[in-house]
């Protein structure tokens, strides 16, 4: 394990996953198949799936400059990872974050462990530049949405994609200002988040 945590919440620590964290992100995958199942209609491969948390990035074109693939682990029982994030830093523009993946453990909704993680990523990833936020919520997710726009998020567009399984979904595009940023000075920033682009 790292020496010391990236951040830390009063009952958590948020360290970089490692090559001795598979065995407990294969545990993960494994207790919390329920977003897999509704994104690709699957329950996820365990092996696949760690191999893709530990190594998935952004397309080079996006121009990022640091990815960071997180886990959370409360100091009460720190051999189980109790969350995941996947974020990436100036993607497409320079103090851009992009929020791949937030995925708190099923048996942890309703603890209050989601809210301060995200206040505590939103203020780390402050303190190294990022000034908006950006994730997808894919349609019909609705405790999803609720969560993001509870945390100050709005819609900027909705995309279609598709699913390793080639499930086609509606992701709804959210963004978050941390600084004064007009929705149009947002999408002159990161174009492919305006309705009239491709």
Known sequence: MNPEPVFSLTNADIWTATEADRPAL???????PEYDVFLTGEVPDEAEWVEDFMTDLPPASFNWTHTHKLIVRRQQNPDIIAAI??????????????IGLFQVATALH???LAHDLYQALEDWLASRGTNVLRLGVLDGNARGMAFWTRHGFLETRRRQGTAP??????SHVLYKPLKPLTLEAYRQRVPRDDPNSV
């Open 26 to 32: 294969a545990v993960f995958c494994r207790d919390n």
């Open 85 to 98: 994030i996947d974020v990436t830093e100036d993607m497409i523009d320079k103090g851009v974050g992009h």
């Open 165 to 170: 399984t080639s499930k086609t979904h509606l």
């Open 110 to 112: 309703g603890t209050g």
